[in-house]
């Protein structure tokens, strides 16, 4: 584990992140919450009816909708370039990454989180190299 805490740098880390689309966030285990304008939205830019795009893409966890689970399409919406085809459309959920709290709610939270995501890795090195 690193020796230099990175949760209580949460921040500055998020203030230099940008995505560098390795599609590794998507590729994570977990589930993808979607809300009804969510299914909407997707479901418009695939040029399908709600209805459809629910039966294909979505089940329900626990009482809420869901596009990705462990078990349940576990690359999302991920094409074979590692690239997400509903990008413009995406979830809330997905928009947000990598402000989750529960990311930060650990230091091995973040940890696990910064070996994933090229894109919060180059934000931390880049934070220790400006503190240098």
Not at 11 to 17: D, E, S, T, Y
Not at 22 to 37: D, E, I, K, L, Q
Not at 117 to 124: E, I, T, W
């Amino acid at each position: 584990m690193n020796e230099n805490p990175l949760a209580p740098l949460k921040n500055q880390i998020l203030a230099g992140f940008s995505c560098h689309k390795s599609g590794n966030c998507c590729r994570a285990p977990g589930f993808v919450y979607v809300t009804a304008a969510d299914i909407s939205k997707m479901a418009a830019h695939l040029g399908l009816a709600e209805a459809a795009f629910r039966e294909g893409y979505v089940r329900r966890h626990k009482g809420w909708e869901v596009i990705a689970a462990p078990d349940f399409r576990p690359n999302c919406f991920l094409d074979e370039e590692n690239r997400c085809s509903v990008y413009e459309h995406r979830p809330v959920a997905c928009r947000t990454y990598p402000h989750w709290p529960e990311i930060w709610a650990s230091e091995e939270a973040v940890q696990e989180e910064v070996a994933r995501c090229p894109g919060l890795k180059a934000a931390v090195a880049k934070l220790q190299k400006d503190k240098h």
